[in-house]
């Protein structure tokens, strides 16, 4: 046998399709097995893969929600005081350095994309870290300042 190629790969004995349409000896002929009239004797009677048999398909059924904003917010980071706390604890950063946008991309708790990070206070912060972010909310602010540590709006 020749080598395995695209252009002469066959189908085993007894795969192929049953001949259609090939005359009266061959058991399949005149309505060629699609019976008499009707859209499924047609040529080009193929149905759409979503077909359900006439019963309302899945995708009606469904109702629509949410929308894609027009604006791109993909630039935006959120990071909460858990994650900088988590980062404190495996001495990824310490309360000497200051904690800064190039910083938090380094150590990869925001994606490189990024060109804006915003502070949430999810979580308890006991170091006392100097913060450099571009949005902080109230909550996060008092309690970075309750820990000992700074916010700087950048």
């Known amino acids: 046998m020749s080598s395995f190629k695209l252009n002469n790969l066959k189908a085993r004995n007894g795969i192929d399709k049953k001949a259609i349409g090939r005359g009266i000896g061959s058991g399949c002929g005149k309505t060629s097995t699609f019976g008499h ?47 900088l706390q988590k980062l404190y604890d495996k001495k990824v950063i310490t309360a000497k350095e200051d ?13 490189e994309t990024a060109t804006t990070v915003r502070l949430l206070a999810k979580g308890k912060l006991s170091a006392a870290l ?14 970075v300042e309750a820990a000992g540590g700074k916010i700087q709006i950048v």
């Open 37 to 83: 009239k009707g859209g499924k004797a047609r040529s080009g009677r193929g149905k759409v893969c979503w077909f359900e048999g006439g019963q309302m398909p899945l995708y009606r059924r469904l109702p629509k929600r949410g929308f894609t904003s027009l604006q791109d917010k993909s630039g935006v980071a959120c990071i909460n005081l858990i994650d």
């Open 99 to 111: 904690v800064t946008v190039d910083v938090l991309k380094k150590v990869g708790l925001v994606r």
């Open 130 to 143: 100097k913060i450099s972010v571009n949005y902080a909310t109230d909550a996060a602010v008092r309690e």
